[in-house]
């Protein structure tokens, strides 16, 4: 099955007592038995829920993988893959990392003996240098956030191979419908279903995939062990929202090649941050990896000076100032004000993330209202 074929339809099935097309909202926290032990799969809804079950084989499908398993948030699905490790154990990540990831690895973790380190994986080279005999886990972020940075999943998996490390890849921004990391050799996937996958900003969910049954095993007894699960009113809005992502991803892709390609040619602009542009620094890979280019774009203004920046935030009619992104509707957000405030500014800077950079979730609107507002906001 293609894409779009395998969104609608992969992993659901009618309801086998009504024929409802839409999978029903199983909305019950416990099964009845005939027997002790006799029962249809279902016990007790920790474990499994028929609705969250479609979900997560949807997803499962969508990213190539056999296993799926959903989560009542990203933060919930990367604290579960993490507890797969054990104190002394050690993880090297992309260095400019979504911060609640670098929170849950620096605040949470290192206090259980798991030690991170921090890598630039654009050259993938500099992976190796971190590697020793009790590397256990890479974790990628591509592209990154906010300044889009494209780390090459194979080159990267070649080296978890190697040493023996699970790779493991946050597919948040680009979705399945951009990349498959599994099929670039990476073990898990990670989501924050939260933005692209539901894609209408109206639920908070995150979900893990892999292929191998023993790793699914493990994945499994620490979803019900640890209980991070989400609702079945939340899973049937999720795979709603999957039904359109390719429809939906195609739009954003078309939107943010557009927005990029004006504010390239702005001149208030200095600098555009888009995978797709043929001077990014890892356009290439990205052309390898992804079958698009999507939809999240940041860029700089002349002089990065802060009141600037401000000023553009608080012009803009269309795109609305707001964390998160990946929905329908267009948001523009301030990144050294509010999702990287928390850095130090010398090494925000050190990362691109200047006084002037702003960010932009372009959403599936008309592009020339997006792009008009953006104008009238840069004067
Ligand atoms: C939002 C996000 C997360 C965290 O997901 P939540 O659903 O907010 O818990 C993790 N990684 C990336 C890249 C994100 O954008």
Not at 90 to 103: C, F, P, Q, S
Not at 179 to 197: E, I, N, R, W
Not at 291 to 317: P, W
Not at 362 to 379: H, N, P, S, Y
């Amino acid at each position: 099955m293609k894409f779009g074929t395998k969104a609608i339809h992969a992993g659901v099935f009618p309801d086998p007592s009504t024929g409802a097309i839409m999978t029903p909202i199983y909305q019950t926290s416990t099964y009845v038995q005939a027997a002790p032990g006799e029962h249809k799969g279902y016990e007790y809804s920790r474990t499994q829920n028929p609705t969250r079950h479609q979900l997560q084989n949807n997803i499962a499908a969508l990213e190539n993988a056999r296993h799926g398993f959903c989560f009542s948030s990203g933060m919930g699905a990367i604290d579960t893959l993490v507890k797969l490790l054990s104190p002394g154990d050690e993880v090297i990540a992309t260095n400019d990392l979504y911060g609640g990831t670098y929170r849950i690895f620096t605040k949470v973790f290192e206090k259980y003996g798991i030690r991170f380190h921090f890598a630039g994986m654009e050259d993938a080279s500099a992976v190796q240098s971190f590697v020793n005999e009790r590397t256990r886990m890479i974790w990628v972020e591509t592209p990154t956030n906010p300044t889009l940075k494209i780390n090459d999943i194979a080159a990267i998996s070649a080296i978890a191979k190697q040493c023996g490390a699970l790779l493991a890849v946050d597919n948040t921004f680009a979705s399945p419908y951009l990349q498959t990391p599994m099929d670039l050799g990476a073990d898990v996937v990670m989501h924050s279903l939260t933005k692209y996958m539901a894609g209408h900003s109206d639920v908070v969910m995150g979900a893990l995939v892999c292929n191998d049954d023993k790793l699914a095993e493990d994945i499994a007894f620490l979803q019900n062990s640890c209980g991070a699960v989400p609702g079945p009113q939340d899973c049937f809005l999720v795979l709603r929202g999957i039904k359109t992502l390719h429809l939906r991803m195609q739009r954003h892709s078309e939107n943010g090649a557009a927005v990029a390609r004006f504010l390239n040619e702005h001149p208030a602009v200095s600098k555009v941050y888009w995978p797709g542009l043929p001077d990014h620094p890892n356009h290439d890979v990205a052309r390898r990896q992804m079958r698009d280019f999507g939809g999240m774009l940041s860029f700089s203004l002349k002089g990065d000076r802060i009141e600037d920046a401000m000023r553009v935030l608080s012009a803009t009619k269309v795109f609305s100032l707001a964390e998160s992104l990946g929905g329908v509707e267009s948001l523009l957000g301030h990144p050294a004000s509010m999702t990287h405030a928390a850095i130090p500014r010398e090494e925000r800077l050190k990362s691109g993330v200047t006084d002037g950079l702003i960010r932009l979730s372009v959403g599936v609107e008309d592009v020339e209202d997006l792009i008009g507002d953006l104008e009238q906001a840069l004067i």
